[in-house]
């Protein structure tokens, strides 16, 4: 098993999908979902960095000729789970800023009706 740079910076950015995970939780910055998805993506890049054989394995299973063809679709399919549910929250953010805006309005008249009266 030889081990390249490209394993050091995979180990290096999986610490810091970890490490970011943690703190925004530590923090209470974000959702505990986020977390989940930080961890898993840390993880395995820590694991692929430390074991960088196994896409072998998995280009068996795919039925793929190299590996390089299996960490390319490994990857495409994290990115679009991460795209997703990235797209999925912005939408949900969205509607509850609109929600906001509405209530602001609201509030806003009222006081301006009582300051009225």
Partial sequence: MAYTLVNLIA???????????YVMVKQG???????VVSVAIGSGLIFVAVFPD??????TVLGLEL?????LVISNLTLFVVATYLFNRIGKLYDR?????EEV???RTELEEQRNE
């Fill in 11 to 21: 180990l290096v950015v999986g610490l810091a999908f970890l490490i970011n995970g």
């Fill in 29 to 35: 910055r974000e959702a505990i979902a986020l977390f």
């Fill in 54 to 59: 196994v896409f072998q394995v998995v280009a």
């Fill in 67 to 71: 590996k390089a063809r299996a960490i």
């Fill in 97 to 101: 800023l609109s929600r906001l805006n």
């Fill in 105 to 107: 309005s609201l509030l």
